[in-house]
C-alpha cells in the first residue's frame, strides 16, 4: 500500500487534485472529505439553471460520489467535515455529519482545498426570509424553489461582481424588474471604469436599475417584500435579494492548526503548493498565489486556477517538482448580450499599486470588428491593452457581443511568455471573413502600442480632458453628421479629408488633441499635420466613442450637441407644424416598408444610409434597417428627433441592431399650447435684505406650484455658506479671498443703513416683532418646497468657496445651467 492522502474539500480544486492523483500512483490511498453532500458540481453553472438555460438541475453534478469511487479508487465520504488538524501528530477529527460522530483519520500527506464562502456582513435585516446568497447546490435549490413556488416581480441584486450580474441576467430573464446595487463606483471590478461604462450603457438599455458608489444600510422585511434602503438614502421595495457582495477564503481549519496565514486570510503556499508543514498542501480559493505580471502575492478565486492548482499539488505529492507558477486572473462573463474579459493587470491596479509593476506605462484602445466588416455579423468590440515603456504586455480587457474572449485568450498566452505589443502586430492568427480581419484586433492593438513607443503617435486619453490645458485645441476630424450626433464641448470641425485645404485655418503655434470615432482618422489627421509642421498633436484614444461612453452618460445620455430638438413651431390654433415632413395620420396599412441592410458599416455609415433612403421615401413610409454598429441604436433616435421623423421602434436581433423609422410624424389630434411658468432669480448680491426679499419672492412662487430656480453667483454665494469654519484645502489666495467674506446668512450686512453692523440686527428684531421668518428659516422652507438651489461653480473658483463650505441641498451649475432655466421661465430677475 502507497502513501496514505487525505484531501478536504472537493468542487474544482479537490477534485482534480484526487483525480490526476490516482492517475500519478494507483497505489496511493486516496480519501476524499466533502462537508456537503456533493464533491463536484458547476458552480459557474448555477445561475443559468435558476434562469432556465440550463434545463436539468443533473446537468450541474460535474462528477458524483459513485463515479470517482468505480474510476479513480477514491474512499469519498461526503457530509463529512474535517474538524481539526494533528500536524505533530498527523491526525485529523472528522465529524460524520449525517450519524452525528466524530472519529480520527491518520495522513501522510494532507491537501486543504477548503474553497470559500460568501460574504455576509452585520447589516440589519439581512436574514430575511427572501435574501439569498448563490454559492452551491443547496444554495440553488432554495432560491430555484422560491422563484418557481413565490414568483417574485422584482429583486435587488446587492454586488456587481461575475455571478451578481450573471444572476442579474437570469432573473431579467425571468421577466423579474431587477435592480443591481454595487458600493464600487463601476460594476466588474477586473476591467477599468471605462470599460465598465459599456456594461453600464447596455444594462440601461435592458432596464436595469444601477445603483452605483451607494450600499446597503438595512434591509426590512414586511409582508414577503423587503425595503432595501442604501447609504444614500435612496430605498427599492423588492420581493427579492441575492447577496453578492463577495468572498471570504474558508482557512479556519488551517489557522486553528497554526499553519501560516496572510493578512487576507489566505493559506501561505510555496511555489509547490506546499504550507509551512512539509506534510500539508493547499489549493484554491483560500490559498495565496503568486501574481504572475507582478510577481507579488495576490488571491484570485478562479475555477481555471484552482483546476491547475489541483493537477500540480498532486504531481508534487506523487514525487515531483513542478511550480505552480503564478496566476493573471484570465476571466470572461457574459452580461446579456455583452461578453466582458480580461487578463493580467489593469489599470486601476497600476494606479495604486504601480510600484509592483514599474511606474510607467501605457494604455491603447481600439474598437475594430469582430470579423470582416463586408461579412454579415460583424459586431464591434472595444479592447484595451496595456504595457509598460519597453512594450511588454501587463494586461488586456475587452467588452463586445462576438469574439471577444477569444482575443483575450491569445493576449493572456501572449503575456505568459512575455510578449510585448511588437509581438503583438507580428502573431499571425487565423483569418476568414466569418471569423476575423486579416489584421486581427490583437494586431490592430498592437500597431497603436506601436505607433506610441515609436513616437508615431502622442495618445491622449478620455480622463485627461479633466486637467486639460485651456490653451490646447481640440480639433474634431469627422464628417459634420457625425457632429450632429454628439461632439466634445468647445471643438472645432475640419474633416479629415478637407485638412490638407483648409490647414491654414490652425495655428502651428497651438497643441492640438485630434479625435475621430474611434481613432484611426484622428491618426491619420496627427500624422498629415506633424508632416506639415505641427509639433504639438495629440490623438484621443478610442475616439469620441470612448469619450461619449464615459463622459456621456447621464440620465440622458447625451454628450455636447447631442440631443439637438427638432425646430418645432406651435400655432395658434394648437398644432405642431414642422416643413412639410408633418402630415396628417396616415394609417400603417398604407405605409410602403423599405429595407436597408447597413451590417458592417462603420459611423456615420448607417446614419448616411438613414438619410439617403429616408429622402427617396414618401410620407409615412417605414425604413427597417439593420446595421452592425451598436451606437446606431443611440443615435438614430437623435436623428429622428432633429430631421422631424418618427423612431417606431430599435433595438437589438440575432447579431445586429435595427431600427423602424416613419418619414415624417403624424399630426396629432391637438397639442396644447406650450406655456413657460418657471420662475429664475440670478442672486449677484450678499446683502441681507436682498437675500430676504429674493427668498420671499421664491417662497411665494414655490408655494403657488411653480418651478423656481435660485442661481447664485459672486457676493450671492455668501447666503449659501455655513456658518462654521471647516477644514479645507486651499491656495493662499482662496484662503485670503474667502477669509475676507461673510461665512453664512447671519454675518450679511445691509446694503443701506448698515451702521457698522447695528443695521442687520435691527432688521433681525423687526421681522421678529412682526412674525416674519428668518432669513435662515427662509431658506429651509425654499429648500423644502423644492427651489432649486444651484452655486455658479467658476464663480466659486474666483471666490475661494468649496462645495464643502456650502449647506445641505445646494447643486453646483455654470451659465448652462442658468440659461436653460431661464428658457422655461416666463419670469428672470437679477438681484
Known amino acids: 500500500m502507497g502513501q496514505k492522502v487525505i484531501i478536504v474539500g472537493g468542487v474544482a480544486g479537490g477534485a482534480s487534485a484526487a483525480a490526476r492523483l490516482r492517475r500519478m500512483d494507483e497505489q496511493a490511498e486516496i480519501i476524499m472529505l466533502e462537508r456537503g453532500p456533493y464533491i463536484s458540481f458547476a458552480n459557474c453553472g448555477l445561475p443559468y439553471y435558476i434562469g432556465g438555460t440550463i434545463e436539468e438541475r443533473s446537468a450541474l453534478l460535474v462528477q458524483t460520489p459513485e463515479g470517482m469511487r468505480s474510476r479513480f479508487n477514491v474512499d469519498v465520504r461526503v457530509e463529512n467535515e474535517a474538524i481539526s488538524i494533528d500536524k505533530e501528530n498527523k491526525k485529523m477529527q472528522i465529524k460524520d455529519i449525517k450519524n452525528n460522530k466524530v472519529y480520527e483519520e491518520s495522513y501522510d500527506v494532507l491537501i486543504l482545498s477548503p474553497g470559500s464562502t460568501p460574504l455576509k456582513p452585520p447589516i440589519p435585516g439581512i436574514d430575511s426570509p427572501n435574501i439569498f446568497s448563490l454559492w452551491n447546490i443547496p444554495d440553488v435549490d432554495r432560491i430555484k424553489s ?380 496627427s500624422r498629415i499635420l506633424v508632416q506639415s509642421g505641427f509639433e504639438n498633436i495629440y490623438n484621443l484614444i478610442g475616439g469620441f466613442t470612448t469619450y461619449s461612453t464615459v463622459l456621456c452618460q447621464d440620465d440622458n445620455g447625451a454628450c455636447a450637441g447631442s440631443m439637438p430638438q427638432a425646430d418645432v413651431h406651435v400655432s395658434e390654433t394648437g398644432d405642431m407644424e414642422q416643413d412639410a415632413s408633418f402630415q396628417d395620420a396616415i394609417e400603417d396599412s398604407d405605409a410602403q416598408i423599405i429595407k436597408v441592410n447597413a451590417c458592417g458599416l462603420q459611423c456615420p455609415g448607417p446614419i448616411m444610409q438613414v438619410h439617403k433612403a429616408i429622402e427617396m421615401m414618401k410620407p409615412g413610409d417605414i425604413l427597417d434597417i439593420k446595421a452592425t454598429d451598436p451606437g446606431f441604436v443611440n443615435d438614430i433616435g437623435v436623428w429622428c428627433d432633429k430631421t422631424g421623423n418618427t423612431l417606431l421602434e430599435s433595438g437589438k436581433e440575432d447579431k445586429a441592431f435595427f431600427a423602424k423609422i416613419r418619414k415624417g410624424r403624424k399630426r396629432p389630434p391637438q397639442v396644447p399650447t406650450v406655456v413657460n411658468d418657471d420662475k429664475t432669480i440670478v442672486v449677484f448680491s450678499g446683502d441681507l435684505d436682498k437675500a430676504i426679499a429674493t427668498l420671499i419672492i421664491a417662497n411665494g412662487a414655490a408655494s403657488m406650484g411653480k418651478k423656481v430656480t435660485l442661481f447664485y453667483t459672486f457676493w450671492g454665494l455668501n447666503i449659501l455658506r455655513r456658518p462654521e469654519k471647516l477644514s479645507v484645502k486651499k491656495d493662499l489666495m482662496a484662503r485670503m479671498f474667502s477669509g475676507m467674506m461673510p461665512r453664512g446668512t447671519k454675518k450679511l450686512g445691509l446694503s443701506k443703513m448698515n451702521m457698522l453692523g447695528m443695521g442687520p440686527k435691527m432688521i433681525r428684531m423687526v421681522m421678529k416683532k412682526h412674525n416674519v421668518d428668518s432669513l435662515e428659516d427662509m431658506l429651509k422652507m425654499a429648500i423644502d418646497n423644492g427651489v432649486r438651489m444651484v452655486a455658479c461653480n467658476m464663480s466659486m473658483d474666483l471666490m475661494g468657496i468649496t462645495q464643502a463650505e456650502l449647506i445641505d441641498g445646494v447643486e453646483l451649475g455654470g451659465v448652462a445651467s442658468m440659461l436653460g432655466a431661464a428658457e422655461d421661465s416666463n419670469m428672470s430677475l437679477f438681484i
Not at 159 to 188: C, K, P, R, S, T
Not at 222 to 229: D, F, L, M, R, S
Not at 334 to 346: H, I, M, Q, R, W
Not at 471 to 487: A, C, H, K, N, T
Open 146 to 525: 422560491f422563484v418557481d413556488n413565490v414568483k417574485p416581480k422584482s429583486v435587488a441584486v446587492i454586488g456587481g461582481g461575475f455571478i451578481g450580474l450573471e444572476m442579474a441576467e437570469n432573473l431579467h430573464d425571468l421577466g423579474m424588474e431587477v435592480n443591481v446595487v454595487e458600493m464600487a463606483d463601476q460594476v466588474m471590478a477586473p476591467v477599468d471604469f471605462e470599460m465598465a461604462q459599456i456594461v453600464h450603457r447596455h444594462m440601461k438599455t435592458k432596464k436595469v436599475g444601477l445603483y452605483l458608489g451607494d450600499g446597503v444600510k438595512s434591509f426590512e422585511y414586511h409582508n414577503g417584500a423587503t425595503k432595501v434602503t442604501l447609504q444614500s438614502g435612496k430605498s427599492l421595495e423588492v420581493d427579492m435579494v441575492i447577496l453578492s457582495i463577495g468572498i471570504r477564503p474558508q482557512s479556519e481549519l488551517a489557522k486553528n492548526a497554526g499553519l501560516e496565514i496572510n493578512q487576507r486570510n489566505g493559506i501561505v503556499v510555496d511555489q509547490f503548493m506546499q504550507t509551512s508543514d512539509s506534510s500539508i498542501y493547499a489549493i484554491g480559493d483560500a490559498v495565496e498565489v503568486t501574481d504572475f505580471i507582478g510577481g507579488g502575492k495576490t488571491m484570485i478565486p478562479l475555477a481555471g486556477p484552482a483546476n491547475k492548482q489541483g493537477r500540480i499539488c498532486a504531481d508534487n505529492v506523487a514525487g515531483k517538482k513542478v511550480p505552480f507558477k503564478g496566476s493573471m486572473g484570465t476571466s470572461v462573463a457574459k452580461v446579456f448580450d455583452l461578453t466582458v474579459s480580461a487578463t493580467g493587470v489593469n489599470e486601476k491596479t497600476l494606479k495604486r499599486d504601480g510600484k509592483v509593476y514599474g511606474k510607467d506605462y501605457y494604455t491603447v484602445l481600439v474598437h475594430p470588428n469582430s470579423h470582416a466588416g463586408y461579412y454579415p455579423g460583424a459586431l464591434p468590440m472595444t479592447l484595451k491593452v496595456i504595457f509598460d515603456m519597453s512594450g511588454k504586455v501587463l494586461g488586456a480587457q475587452n467588452v463586445g457581443y462576438d469574439g471577444v474572449e477569444k482575443r483575450i485568450d491569445v493576449i493572456a498566452t501572449a503575456i505568459r511568455f512575455n510578449a510585448t505589443v511588437f509581438d503583438l502586430t507580428e502573431l499571425e492568427l487565423a483569418y476568414a471573413p466569418p471569423y476575423s480581419s486579416a489584421k486581427d484586433p490583437v494586431n490592430m492593438a498592437g500597431f497603436v502600442g506601436e505607433n506610441i513607443l515609436n513616437g508615431m503617435e502622442k495618445p491622449f486619453q478620455w480622463h485627461e480632458f479633466k486637467d486639460m490645458n485651456p490653451s490646447f485645441v481640440v480639433l474634431d476630424v469627422r464628417e459634420p453628421m457625425e457632429r450632429e450626433m454628439g461632439y466634445i464641448p468647445n471643438s472645432i470641425n475640419i474633416p479629415v479629408d478637407q485638412l490638407r485645404e483648409r490647414m491654414v485655418e490652425l495655428d502651428k503655434s497651438k497643441t492640438y488633441v485630434v479625435y475621430c470615432a474611434v481613432g484611426i482618422r484622428g491618426h491619420a489627421a
